[in-house]
Each structure stands twice: as structure tokens, then as C-alpha cells.
């Protein structure tokens, strides 16, 4: 268990953690010259069955409270501390309020120095500190008094930690592994060392972590966990890891070292906020803010997402827009105080670290953003797969929750969804409205048949852009191949089809079709079929009729007119295509030239240029000069890789 200590400058925090642990955990020169704690301190209390408890001592002076909030940030249990003979002061309100603000619910209130106080002047302090708790989620907390210099109940406040402790419920430790790192140093012989909370997860020796936001991969050489040796460090203890790869110049207070896969910053931040009462005003648009998570502390710029801003005591939507990125996971609890770090604002919720940078208002994101608001994973997918655009990834929803690797999966079995697997990741419908999708595919594919029933099928594209859902073409093409995978549809190149509907021409042009055919397909002449002439004089045909059957075959897509009168098959320029997806894969530039492409294909300089022309018509090849490039939105356009 992790404990921490918060109340007004001078009450006795580190006195009483010396108390408890015997280690003074003011470390700095300044600190020891001038009583007071600056920078985060650390202790440990060991525990019967061999563990520990650790505690962080904070700063209480206002001017050190953004060093308070990394310091409560990942703790347990708070240890507000009011001093007898001061009473509730400044910073005794801004710390509880900080604590209130970062979800903190369980809590000892310490009345240090009792030694000065008398019966009537403690059961006084007492009474305005049951005030300042009141509304609070804290305000069962119980209070006991306790003297550092007479050892009056530093006993029973341990014990009474430690019965804390004991009905503490463990953290679950399923999560992918966060830590936050509060402080870095070198030891000598080692190298760098980080320490911090560990938020979510477990870490091994020997495991490779990241450094976020930066992105410097390092490994785990040895760890401390409580203040112990240990191969393994959870999810709730304070750790000490030293990583090998990393020098200590590329670490800094407000770094998460995670998961490689979790490795995702983000600068801007979808949140619910809760402003403080105490606030002169409602929150405006863009105003200046410094941003307190976990240990870091970023400028920012606020953005309510309601019209007229969020009133003091007040909780609503809002856009954070970040200085520069941090490491952070969806849930996890922040403070906002203002640019002069004289005062917090409020605090609140991440809820989305992906949102929209424009359209935030709108009734559908902030619908989105309720959702997002259910602490549950399951809750808020079902919620958000109810909502437009009806679709979730799953694959970056788990990412950014800092969920186990196997959530997404675990997700899609719990709720009984549709996964499609879209590039690494996956992305999840309803089973409904996964059925109502390929339905509607179904109906619009029949309808389009029964209009035109000599083409080959629609066009993959225009099929994506009336249906509803508008998928996103990555996740439209994943749900295509599922249902080609099912047998529910067809596809030959870009168009898609009913499995059973083929285009049909008349038994006359199918007659004729089957003579020019082979003419057009001769393997050996593939690259240089003959034109509509040359097969009409072959045939003893009129060429006006060689021409229009050659044009209604075009129409269902077994063959391409690459330039007047020069039909092509279409398996032929799907070798094409091929061969301009080759010649731009082995380009260092992704740059290849007509003669290039001409000696592929073994065909003369102007048959060449035509299909290529072609090919830019079409978008398969975007043109520079006398350079081409493959396009690789379209490469799929005539069925190339």
C-alpha cells in the first residue's frame, strides 16, 4: 500500500514519517536548511508478513503544490495532517481539495502536534476539521490525535495503517504495466535508475519498457520493489527500476515508462472536469492552464465543450490542448491549476486521448463522450457501438485504457460483437447491426444487378458511400473480405457482385465474344493484342460490331479498353498493374520511367505509353514529368497487391 501525505507547510508531514519509518525523508541541502520539504520524499514501514508500506512525503508550502499533486498521484491511502495548534489552514483545503479531485476515498486524519493542545482546543480542531471534510468523499475519515515529541498514539497510527492495509482490495494487475516516474538518478556501477508508482500491470527483470513520450526503449537490468530486491514489481508498489540502454540525460520527472504497445502520446485530451467552487467565474474558451498528471506538468489550453463554459462547482465536457504530448490512459484522474501556480482550478477524468479537433461540440461527440465516461470497458463499448459511426477499435480503445493484450478479443466474446481485423488491430459492430450492414450490402448489390444486368458489378467504392454505416474504407474493405470469406458476396478487382449474378449479353454477341476471345487473350501476345480492325478483318466481321461487343464485354469487366479501339483483358492488366506495383516497390525513389515499364511488358514505345496513360486515368499511377509512381490508395484497382 502506498501512502500519502497531505496538509498545510510546517505541520509535522516529515516529522511524523520519521516517527513511523525512522528515515528522515528530507534529502535535499536546502530542504535540511530550511525545514522545509521541497521535492518529493520516500520511506518505507515494514509490515509483519514481510512486506512494507511506502510513503510519500509531499511539499506543503503553495509554492511546491504541482510537486504535491505528482507526489499524490498512484497512493492509496492519504495521511492529511492538521496541526493542533494551526488548525485547518491554506494548504490543508488545496491538498484535500486536490485529493477530492483525484478520486483519493480513502483516508487517516492525523492532528499532529497534540502535545500542544489541550482537550477543549483539540476537540475544537477536530470539529473544524470534520467542516473542510464535509461533501468531501472523505468525510468518514477518522481523526486521531498524535504527538511526534511525547510518542502519544504513534502506535495506534500504525496499526492502524496497517488495518488499512489489510482491507485495502489489491489492484488489478491484468492491465499492461505504467509506471510514473517521479525521480531519476544515476548509482554508481548500475547506471540510470527510475522510480515511481507502478499504475497498472507488473514489470519483470528483463522486460523491455519504453520511456513515453520520448519513445527511448530501454530494458530492465535489476528492480526494487517496497524498498526490497525483487524480480517482479506490481501493480500499487512503489518501484526502482534500472534500465540498461538509457542514459540518464534522456529521463525526466513526468516520463511513464510502459508496455512498448501502450508507447501512444497524445497533446490533446478529451476530459470531464470538475471546477472548483471557489472559482471567481466560468470557465472561457482557450484559456491558459497547467496540466498536473501523474508526475507531469504541462501547459495547456482549456477548451469547454459547452457554450457558455463550466461554472465553479460545476462538472462538464471539455478539450485540453497540450503544450507538448504526455503518456497518459483513458481514466486516469488530473489537476488543473493556473499559469501562475498559485491556485487549482479543478480537476476531473480523461475520458478520450484521440478526440476531434474540430466538430467537438456536436450533439454525437458528446454523446460519444458520455459513453466514454463509464469506468467499465464493457459499458462504454456497448454504449459507444449504439452511437454514430457505429463502429469502435477495439485494438486502440484497449491501447489507450491500458487494458491486458488480449482485451480487444476478451471485448468482442464478452459482447457478442463482430471483429474485423483491419490492419494490426481490430474493429468491432454489434452483432445487429453487423446483420443489418450485410443486408443492406445484399439489397443495393440486388438492386444494381437487376438495373444492369450485362455489368459485372458495382463499383466498390460507390457501394462503400451509400451504404449506411459510411464505414472507413480500411474497415469497409475488412468487412467485404468477410463477407466474400462467407460467401455472401463476390469481388473481381474493384467491383463487387452477388456470388450468383454474372453478366449476360445476348446468344448473338455471346457468339461473336467467343470467336474475338482468344484473339484477345492469346497468352503470348497478351501485352499486344490486336486492335478492333485487325480482329474484325481475322473474322470476316463487321468492325462496328466487333467494336460494341467489345464495349458491352468491357462493361461487365472482363476486358479494358486501354485506348481507342485496343482492348485488353482483364487479367492482362492486372499483370499490368503488377508490373507498375514492382517497378515502383524496387525504386528507391517509388519513381520508374515509360522505357522501364516498355521492356516489362516487351511492347512498343507508343502501346506502352497508352496503357500507362491509362493507368493515370484511372488513378493506379500518379505522373511527375516523365517519372510515375504507383498510387497506393488505388493499387488494388484492377486486383494488384
Known amino acids: 500500500m502506498i501512502v500519502g501525505t497531505a496538509g498545510h507547510v510546517d505541520h509535522g508531514k516529515t516529522a511524523l514519517v520519521r516517527a513511523l519509518t525512522g528515515t528522515d525523508t528530507d534529502r535535499l541541502p536546502e530542504e535540511k536548511k530550511r525545514g522545509i ?301 493556473d499559469t501562475s501556480a498559485r491556485r487549482t482550478l479543478g480537476g476531473g477524468t480523461l475520458l478520450d486521448l484521440r478526440p476531434p479537433a474540430r466538430k467537438r461540440r456536436t450533439p454525437e461527440r458528446l454523446a460519444q463522450l458520455d459513453a466514454l465516461s463509464e469506468p467499465a470497458p464493457e459499458r462504454a463499448v456497448a454504449r459507444l457501438l449504439d452511437l454514430a459511426p457505429f463502429t469502435v477499435d477495439l485494438t486502440g480503445f484497449c491501447r489507450d485504457r491500458a487494458l491486458a493484450a488480449d482485451a480487444p478479443d476478451a471485448l468482442a466474446r464478452h459482447l457478442g460483437l463482430v471483429a474485423l481485423r483491419v490492419g494490426d488491430g481490430v474493429t468491432a459492430l454489434s452483432a445487429a447491426r453487423w446483420d443489418a450492414y450485410a443486408a443492406a450490402l445484399a439489397e443495393a448489390l440486388a438492386a444494381f444487378h437487376a438495373e444492369n444486368p450485362d455489368l459485372q458489378g458495382l463499383g466498390s467504392e460507390r457501394l462503400r458511400l451509400q451504404l449506411e454505416p459510411r464505414l472507413p474504407r480500411p474497415v469497409y474493405v475488412a468487412a467485404l473480405a468477410r463477407l466474400v470469406e462467407a460467401g455472401r458476396v463476390a469481388t473481381e478487382g474493384s467491383w463487387v457482385r452477388l456470388p450468383d449474378h454474372v453478366a449476360r449479353l445476348s446468344p448473338a454477341d455471346e457468339a461473336l465474344w467467343a470467336r474475338i476471345a482468344p484473339l484477345v487473350a492469346k497468352h503470348e501476345e497478351r501485352f499486344r493484342p490486336p486492335r478492333v480492325r485487325d480482329v474484325a478483318g481475322l473474322l470476316g466481321a463487321a468492325e462496328t460490331e466487333v467494336r460494341r461487343v467489345c464495349k458491352l464485354v468491357g462493361r461487365s469487366g472482363r476486358i479494358d479498353q486501354v485506348a481507342h479501339d485496343h482492348f485488353f483483358t482483364r487479367a492482362t492488366v492486372s499483370e499490368m498493374a503488377a508490373i507498375v506495383a514492382d517497378l515502383s516497390g524496387s525504386a528507391g525513389t517509388g519513381e520508374f520511367t515509360a522505357a522501364q515499364f516498355r521492356d516489362r511488358v516487351e511492347n512498343g514505345r507508343k502501346v506502352a505509353i497508352q496503357i500507362l496513360e491509362f493507368f493515370d486515368r484511372h488513378g493506379l499511377t500518379m505522373r511527375r514529368g516523365d517519372l510515375r509512381r504507383l498510387n497506393p490508395h488505388r493499387a488494388d484497382l484492377f486486383g494488384a497487391p
Open 37 to 337: 520539504t521541497i521535492d518529493l520524499g520516500f520511506a518505507y514501514l515494514p509490515t509483519g508478513d514481510g512486506d512494507a508500506l511506502g510513503f510519500v512525503d509531499v511539499p506543503g508550502h503553495e509554492r511546491f503544490v504541482g510537486t504535491m499533486v505528482a507526489g499524490a498521484t498512484g497512493i492509496d491511502l492519504l495521511l492529511l495532517i492538521v496541526a493542533a495548534d494551526d488548525g485547518v489552514m491554506p494548504q490543508t483545503r488545496e491538498h484535500l481539495a486536490i485529493a477530492d479531485l483525484l478520486g483519493l476515498r480513502r483516508a487517516l486524519v492525523v492532528m499532529s502536534k497534540a502535545d500542544l493542545a489541550d482537550a477543549e482546543r483539540r476537540a475544537a480542531v477536530e470539529a473544524e476539521i470534520r467542516g473542510v471534510l464535509a461533501g468531501t468523499a472523505l468525510a468518514d475519515a477518522p481523526v486521531l490525535p498524535v504527538s511526534t515529541v511525547t510518542g502519544e498514539n504513534v502506535e495506534a497510527l500504525k496499526a492502524a495503517l496497517d488495518a488499512e492495509r489489510a482491507a485495502r482490495a489489491g489492484r488489478d494487475g491484468a492491465g499492461r504495466f505504467r509506471l510514473a516516474v517521479d525521480r531519476s538518478f544515476v548509482l554508481a556501477g548500475a547506471g540510470t535508475v527510475v522510480t515511481g508508482t507502478v499504475l497498472s500491470g507488473s514489470v519483470a527483470v528483463g522486460d523491455r519498457v519504453t520511456l513515453s513520450p520520448s519513445g527511448t526503449a530501454a530494458r530492465v537490468r535489476s528492480l526494487h520493489a517496497q524498498n526490497h530486491a525483487a524480480e517482479r514489481g506490481l501493480a500499487g508498489q512503489r518501484c526502482a527500476l534500472n534500465l540498461a540502454g538509457v542514459e540518464r540525460a534522456a529521463v525526466r520527472r513526468g516520463d511513464v515508462a510502459l508496455d512498448p504497445s501502450l508507447h501512444a502520446p497524445t497533446d490533446r485530451i478529451d476530459v470531464r472536469l470538475r471546477v472548483l467552487p471557489g472559482e471567481p467565474k466560468p470557465t472561457t474558451t482557450w484559456l491558459p492552464v497547467r496540466l498536473h498528471h501523474g508526475a507531469s506538468d504541462v501547459a495547456a489550453r482549456l477548451v469547454p465543450l459547452a457554450a457558455d463554459g463550466i461554472a465553479p462547482g460545476a462538472e462538464g465536457f471539455a478539450q485540453l490542448v497540450l503544450e507538448h504530448p504526455i503518456a497518459a490512459a483513458a481514466g486516469d484522474r488530473f489537476v488543473l491549476r
